[in-house]
């Protein structure tokens, strides 16, 4: 129940991540590079992906 917990806190925090993101691009110009949290996405399921391979 306590995992549960913590993902439910998670999965929150991260939405309200996502939107404060959305915000913020909306007010300042569009920037080339993307937003941190897509790069750190991409590189954990790379990560995951090795691990999977062996």
């Not at 991540?17 to 897509?38: A, E, G, H």
């Amino acid at each position: 129940m306590r995992n549960h917990l913590a993902f439910n806190e998670r999965n929150t925090l991260y939405k309200g991540l996502l939107v404060i993101q959305q915000r913020l691009q909306i007010k300042t110009t569009r920037r080339t590079q993307p937003p941190k949290y897509l790069i750190l996405k991409s590189r954990r399921l790379t990560e995951r992906n090795r691990e999977k391979r062996g």
